[in-house]
């Protein structure tokens, strides 16, 4: 689940990332 437009989703953004790139 997405959250709400604004500094979060920048963090999800990152977050995502992290995850896909298998560094968490």
Do not use: Q
């Amino acid at each position: 689940e997405y959250p709400p437009t604004g500094l979060s989703v920048k963090y999800w953004d990152f977050l995502f990332w992290v995850v896909d790139m298998g560094i968490l």
